[in-house]
């Protein structure tokens, strides 16, 4: 299996520079437990498939939500995951060819804004962080320059989750020198939950798997 493929992670040496850590480099730390940001474009993308998220997208997610957490993993959602396994309403193509790819990403100002906000890593439910007609992959070079590692090809699964409360736990294999690893992320978040016979309320812990069905 090739390390990009399926719900995978790009490490910060993939577009970083060999300086940069690989798979098997990212700190414990940067990949357990991580507070988890959700930011909806679905309307957004929707609309125009090579939609690029704004800082202005996520300024209005700070306003509603309060400021993003130092140490976060931001998770961009465009709801482009309904779309696997057809891989022409995936990728906007059923060619090889890039040129003709159309999925919605993560504009280089806004990859440059969350890098101020020290978060860990960054994620998307579709094929690449940089939109299907970004063939620059700025976004790309600018996380992976700042050691923040990139998720693709996220579950839409993504749903059951909200904006903000919940953490992320993803653990590649400890592959030396590799710039990815397919993965599967795990996210957690507790809420109260009331008893069927109404005798008392308790706190429920659910488990949501992020990582697409693959073969």
């Known amino acids: 299996m090739a390390t990009h493929t399926g719900t995978h992670m790009d490490a910060p040496n993939h577009f970083g520079g060999k300086d ?12 357990i437990e991580r507070p988890l940001v959700i930011v909806d474009v679905v309307g957004q993308s929707q609309s125009q498939r090579d939609y690029q998220t704004t800082v202005d997208d996520l300024m209005e997610w700070e306003q509603k939500n309060g400021p993003i957490e130092s140490g976060s993993v931001v998770i961009i959602r465009t709801g482009w995951s309904r779309f696997w396994p057809n891989k022409l309403d995936y990728f906007g193509t059923d060619t090889t060819d890039d040129k003709l790819a159309h ?17 860990v890593g960054v994620g998307i439910d579709g094929p ?3 939109c ?24 839409q699964s993504i749903f059951d989750i909200n904006p903000v409360g919940a953490t992320l736990t993803v653990l590649p294999m400890r592959l030396s020198d590799s710039s990815g690893c397919p993965v599967r992320p795990i996210a957690q978040f507790s809420h109260d939950h009331h008893s069927m ?6 706190i429920k812990n659910t ?3 992020l ?5």
């Open 20 to 31: 940069k850590w690989s798979i098997a480099d990212i700190p414990l730390e940067n990949l």
């Open 103 to 119: 999925f919605p990403g993560l504009h280089p100002l806004a990859a440059r804004w969350l890098v101020g906000k020290e978060i």
């Open 128 to 130: 690449s962080i940089d």
């Open 132 to 155: 299907g007609q970004c063939n620059d992959y700025m976004s790309h070079v600018i996380l992976n320059e700042n050691n923040i590692y990139i998720l693709e090809n996220l579950d």
């Open 197 to 202: 016979n109404d005798e008392f309320d308790f």
């Open 207 to 209: 488990i949501v798997n």
């Open 211 to 215: 990582s697409m069905p693959f073969s």
